[in-house]
C-alpha cells in the first residue's frame, strides 16, 4: 500500500523516512516533489567507438557539468544525461521509494529517469535521474524544476535484507549524478 501526506509527515517526525531539504508545500496527497540538483554527467561520444559496461569505468566517458544559480542546461532532441535530485532521501527496512517523472514534463518529451526509480528499503542518498529529451528540438533544464515525484510504500514485515547490507549496494550514499559501477560485478569474478 502507498503512504498518504499524512503517512509521509508521520514516517518524517518518526525517523523511519528522511528528506532533506524537506519543504511542506511540495508534499500533495501522496506524492512528494522532487527538484533538479544542479550537476550533470555529459556523455562524450566524440572519442568514443563503443562501450563495455563490463569493464569500463564510467567516469572516463563522461564529463560533468555543474551550474551555478540561475544557469540553465540545455538538453538537444534524443540526447541523454545524468543529473540528480537536489533531495537527499533515507529509507529505514520498513519503506521502499518510488521515483516517477511528472506528466507536465513528460508531455514536452522529457523522461526523468530511464530505469533506476526504486529505493530500496535500507538505502540513502540522492536519486540518480536519467534525463532522455525524446522531443526534436532542445529543451531548457534549471535547477530547481520539478521533474519528478516520489511515491512511498511500507512493508507489512521490515526486510531483513537492507540495502546496507547488501554486498552489491554499490550506490549507498550517493551524491550527484553517479555513473554506473557495473563493472565492479564483473571485477570480482
Not at 511500507?154 to 549496494?169: L, N, R, V, W
Not at 550514499?173 to 554506473?180: A, D, K, L
Request: proline share 6%; aromatic share 12%; net charge neutral.
Amino acid at each position: 500500500m502507498f503512504l498518504s501526506n499524512v503517512d509521509i509527515r508521520q514516517a518524517l517526525k518518526n525517523g523511519q523516512i528522511g528528506i532533506t531539504p524537506f519543504d511542506e508545500k511540495r508534499l500533495g496527497s501522496w506524492t512528494y516533489d522532487v527538484e533538479l540538483g544542479n550537476v550533470f554527467r555529459v556523455p562524450v561520444s566524440n572519442s568514443v567507438k563503443f562501450i563495455d559496461p563490463r569493464k569500463d569505468k564510467h567516469d572516463e566517458h563522461f564529463r560533468i557539468v555543474e551550474l551555478k544559480e540561475g544557469e540553465e542546461f540545455v538538453l538537444h532532441p534524443h540526447k541523454f544525461v545524468l543529473a540528480h535530485t537536489k533531495e537527499y532521501i533515507k529509507l529505514n527496512e520498513e519503506f521502499v521509494c518510488i521515483l516517477e517523472g511528472r506528466s507536465s514534463f513528460a508531455r514536452w518529451g522529457i523522461i526523468p529517469h530511464v530505469q533506476a526509480g526504486i529505493g530500496e528499503p535500507g538505502w540513502e542518498g540522492q536519486y540518480t535521474l536519467e534525463v532522455m529529451n525524446m522531443n526534436e528540438v532542445p529543451i531548457i533544464l534549471r535547477p530547481g524544476d520539478v521533474l519528478a515525484q516520489l511515491y512511498f510504500s511500507k512493508f507489512i514485515t521490515p526486510t531483513d535484507k537492507p540495502y546496507y547490507k547488501k554486498e552489491s549496494g554499490k550506490y549507498q550514499g550517493q551524491q550527484g549524478p553517479m555513473g554506473s559501477k557495473l563493472f565492479t560485478e564483473f571485477s570480482k569474478i
